[in-house]
């Protein structure tokens, strides 16, 4: 009889940012004798209420939605533990953090990890309900991936995008409001509470669109460059597929991790996007691109901070046609990086050991509940949609999720592995196309 908390459950969101992240992760939990099963959202969510014991890893608490899953997972003897996805790409104000943990979170979740002391320390001041004995700061698992031992895990695709595309400048676009793919109405009726200012949002997203596309025209036009153009997952691509439809030299993208494209790029190129933050730890020398005069406290401000900031399109193409060895660094904000993202620290083993401080705090109340049944209905669920063509999801989701796909998820493992070897065996299962298992033992 199993009266171990040895399963956790992670839902995934967009794989481009998470997939890898999670699955080492993954990894890491299978050495510490957990099982992980990772994918779409409903279905960990089910695994975890069948299991009875599951800790459930969630990537973000969603205000009206978070409390009625939270209560049903802890009712069925579940731990519920949040590490949020947007924890330290915050404005000034720490909005972001005010909507995705505020006070409420901390009754309803059993710990909460952040990604740095500037957060604790804001959380720590500014929630009532806040238990250090129920916040750790761990960093993220992603940032792990940064650092330059991983840099094998990305090399031959690098190569592979440089021999494709040439020398080019990576343009990352984040207009994901004004440019959403399930367009302006849905914009207007989910994120309207979420995201302050969204009307003003919305005019400046429309701007943002014109002074990009017309930079990436420009940079294609007047420098030796080509342009890959890589938006948000959020966007629509279409719209950049149609206005450089008879370019050659641009070429719209969404593909895989940000990493390997910014990797292979010579200049990366941004507006105040995530990409600019990962660029900089990546040793790049990322400029943040606004034309438009706004209040700093409009912006996430970290990926500008560790930018080259430039507000023309005159100035990027000056930087540009310099001599490659006269381009200057970027910015030097490593306090700043430490503060918010505990880049000192190996964000998965700190995830890891709080997990397993957690799993043994609290044993489960009751014996392990047997989730076979279930995972060969998925099973076969998975085989029926295949022959179908695969699940019905909407275009929003289809692009979110576009890598979670069995060859990917499987190539993604094996170049984790031989990055970082493990210490016993660990290995992969597919239960659906979008639901995956990582246990340890041999297959």
């Not at 761990?138 to 991936?145: C, I, K, V």
């Not at 200012?197 to 990436?216: K, M, P, Q, W």
Request: proline letters at 7%; hydrophobic letters at 40%; charged letters at 25%.
């Amino acid at each position: 009889m199993n009266m171990k908390r040895d399963i956790v459950v992670i839902p995934i969101e967009t794989t481009a940012r998470e997939l890898m992240p999670k699955l080492y992760l993954a990894i890491k939990l299978a050495e510490r004798g957990f099982t992980t099963y990772f994918g779409l959202k409903s279905m960990v969510h089910e695994i975890a209420l069948r299991s009875g014991r599951a800790i459930f890893l969630d990537k973000g608490y969603h205000p009206g939605v978070s409390e009625a899953q939270y209560a049903k997972l802890r009712e069925a003897g579940c731990l519920v533990v949040d590490l949020d996805e947007e924890n330290g790409v915050d404005f000034k104000d720490f909005h972001m953090l005010g909507v995705r943990m505020p006070d409420q979170l901390f009754g309803i979740v059993d710990h909460v990890l952040v990604w740095g002391r500037a957060q604790y320390e804001h959380l720590k001041a500014e929630r009532p309900s806040f238990d250090p004995q129920r916040v750790s700061v761990t960093g993220h698992p992603r940032f792990d991936l940064l650092k330059p031992a991983f840099r094998g895990l990305y090399a031959e695709k690098v190569e592979q995008l440089k021999r494709r595309y040439g020398p080019f400048i990576l343009l990352n676009t984040n207009t994901k409001y004004g440019n959403n793919i399930n367009g302006r109405d849905f914009i207007i009726e989910h994120y309207g509470s979420r995201v302050k200012g969204l009307a003003e949002r919305l005019v400046y997203d429309d701007r943002r669109l014109e002074s990009n596309i017309s930079l990436a025209r420009r940079l294609a036009a007047e420098t030796p460059f080509n342009v890959v153009l890589r938006p948000h997952p959020e966007e629509d691509i279409g719209v950049y597929r149609e206005v450089f439809a008879e370019e050659p030299k641009v070429s719209p993208i969404y593909d895989d991790t940000p990493v390997y494209w910014l990797l292979a790029a010579e200049l990366v190129i941004h507006n105040h996007s995530t990409t600019g933050l990962e660029a900089a730890l990546l040793g790049k020398t990322p400029i943040s691109f606004s034309p438009q005069a706004v209040d700093a406290g409009f912006i996430p401000w970290i990926p500008v901070a560790c930018s080259l900031q430039m507000r023309s399109e005159e100035e990027v193409l000056a930087l540009v046609g310099r001599d490659r060895d006269s381009w200057p660094s970027a910015p030097d904000v490593s306090d700043i990086l430490e503060d918010f993202f505990t880049l000192s620290q190996p964000a998965a083993e700190a995830v890891v050991e709080t997990l397993q401080r957690l799993a043994e705090a609290h044993p489960p109340a009751a014996p392990e509940r047997r989730l076979a049944g279930y995972l060969a209905k998925l099973r076969l669920s998975g085989a029926w949609q295949a022959l179908k063509g695969g699940a019905t999801m909407s275009a929003l989701a289809k692009n979110k999720l576009r890598d979670l796909q069995p060859d990917i998820v499987a190539a993604r493992f094996a170049d984790l592995l031989a990055q970082a070897p493990v210490e016993a065996p660990v290995h992969l299962e597919q239960l659906h196309p979008l639901l995956y298992r990582v246990r340890p033992g041999r297959a």
